[in-house]
């Protein structure tokens, strides 16, 4: 298997902001799930203009989203690849108003993307690839949070490098929301 990223918490407000550009998310996904590529290839898949997706590529880098992989193609193209992490975000409690407000943006975006791809994907398919569960369960804080840890441990344990990959392996997207139904009602007052 491969191997898995330590966990690191993003807080720096600017580095959210730098994720929380819908382009950037795009750019973010198409080298995940691609691999390396340079800004004129990730224009061309993106439908973007050459110059903007370098922006967007410059800003990312500048927080470790990506980086340059200097040396593994020819040097006059500056290919860029995902770095790969387990990003966390601060809890909600521990968010500044702004910070709340640039999360929010972000993951409007995340999800929009996510349900789109999804809809566009099971559309398109004719096979039985495509799991979906809806559930409810009654846990504390501290529960969902071991929940959660489990629900990544599950995740690393299946994820492999391209070398350990079995014929017939496709990526798979993941996606764990957990909200709670009702608001706290702490909150109202």
Do not use: C
């Not at 990223?5 to 382009?23: G, I």
């Not at 690393?156 to 997207?173: E, F, I, L």
Request: proline fraction near 7%; charged fraction near 25%.
């Amino acid at each position: 298997m491969a191997q898995t990223p330590r966990a690191t918490e993003v807080v720096e407000l600017a580095a959210l902001k730098a994720l929380a550009q819908p382009r950037r998310q795009q750019i973010l996904q198409e080298l995940a799930l691609g691999g390396p590529a340079t800004a004129a290839i990730l224009a061309r898949s993106l439908h973007l203009n050459t110059g903007a997706t370098s922006y967007h590529l410059r800003e990312l880098a500048r927080y470790g989203f990506v980086e340059d992989t200097e040396g593994q193609r020819p040097r006059r193209e500056r290919w860029w690849r995902a770095v790969p992490a387990d990003r966390r975000f601060p809890p909600r409690s521990r968010q500044t108003p702004e910070m709340r407000l640039v999360m929010d943006e972000l993951n409007h975006h995340a999800y929009a993307a996510d349900v789109e791809l999804f809809e566009r994907l099971q559309r398109a398919s004719t096979t039985d690839d495509f799991v979906y569960s809806r559930s409810e369960i009654t846990l504390t804080e501290a529960e969902l949070g071991a929940f959660f840890e489990e629900y990544i441990g599950l995740l690393n344990r299946y994820k492999r490098s391209p070398d350990q990959t079995p014929p017939g392996a496709r990526t798979v997207h993941t996606r764990l929301m957990a909200f709670p139904a009702s608001p706290n009602p702490e909150d109202a007052s």
